[in-house]
């Protein structure tokens, strides 16, 4: 699968996010919405009123949201085109198994990934069939799909995700930081170069001009970090939500398959 097709296509979903997902009031909401009750924001054809101005109107965490294309295959290939409004008998199954599929796609989007890197090559039968039976498991029914064991499947791909990184690490020294608690902290200009930062809480964290090339950054939390000038050229198993709730400029380096947001400076 080419990884385009792991990246969301509104105009090919129902707005699914935007009545399947819960949310609170806070930073990133302006209101409580629960399952199943569409945003008020939501029109008629399933585009957003505010779409342009989502983190002006207090919807943050939609403005970061990434379903890496979940939506559009829900939409369009597990439910074959009908709508929840059409089909409102299927809405609860639908809005079900919208967050299991996103958790397949984004499984998807790793190995994918993985599948590129020269230096996990020796892994590559492993890695295709791990893609193969993720793959699979896109494509069953709606109800098989809402009662997948998802964390019996992803310890299959866990291993081999670690074992990819473990390999385009190895000819760096970068700190090895996994699940470390770095809110706020100062790495203005820090060498991380094939750091090993999965899980960790980069929060607010200066990062301007920091060398993250090859690091390891799955599950990363980059709310508010600061990567201007940053250079993630290489970064292992970044994403779009993960750029998107960063702070960036003209000068940050991204990998080419992610957007450079539009409220990063200059």
């Known amino acids: 699968m080419d990884r385009l097709e792991l990246v969301a296509d509104c105009s090919s979903c129902f707005g699914l996010c935007c009545v399947a997902l819960a949310f609170e009031k806070s930073a990133d909401f302006p209101v409580d919405k629960r399952v199943g009750e569409p945003c008020d924001n939501l029109a008629t054809d399933f585009s957003c009123r505010i779409h342009a101005s989502l983190r002006e109107e207090g919807f943050r965490g939609s403005s970061v949201y990434d379903c890496f294309g979940a939506g559009q295959r829900v939409a369009q290939q597990t439910f074959g085109g009908t709508s929840w409004r059409d089909a409102p008998d299927t ?3 639908m809005f079900a198994v919208l967050p299991v599929m996103r958790q397949l796609h984004e499984m ?3 190995l994918t990934e993985a599948l590129t890197l020269p230096a996990a090559a020796r892994l590559r039968p492993e890695l295709e069939s791990a893609y193969a039976a993720t ?6 029914s709606a109800d098989e799909l809402a009662a997948l064991d998802l964390a019996t499947h992803r310890s299959t791909v866990a291993p081999l995700l670690q074992s990819t990184s473990e390999l385009v690490r190895s000819g760096h020294a970068g700190p090895e930081s996994r699940g470390a608690d770095l809110i706020g902290a100062g790495l203005a200009g820090a060498n991380l170069r094939g750091a090993n930062l999965r899980g960790a809480l980069l ?4 990062l301007r001009h920091a060398d993250l090339r090859e690091a390891d950054l799955i599950g990363a939390d980059l709310r508010d970090a600061d990567l201007a000038g940053a250079d993630l050229t290489g970064s292992l198993f970044l994403t779009q939500t993960q750029v998107s709730s960063a702070n960036g400029d003209s000068r940050t380096k991204i990998p080419d398959v992610l957007v450079r947001p539009g409220h990063w400076a200059g």
């Open 135 to 140: 793959e699979a498991l896109t494509r069953t």
């Open 108 to 110: 998807l989007w790793y």
């Open 91 to 93: 809405s609860a199954t």
């Open 203 to 206: 929060i607010a964290a200066d």
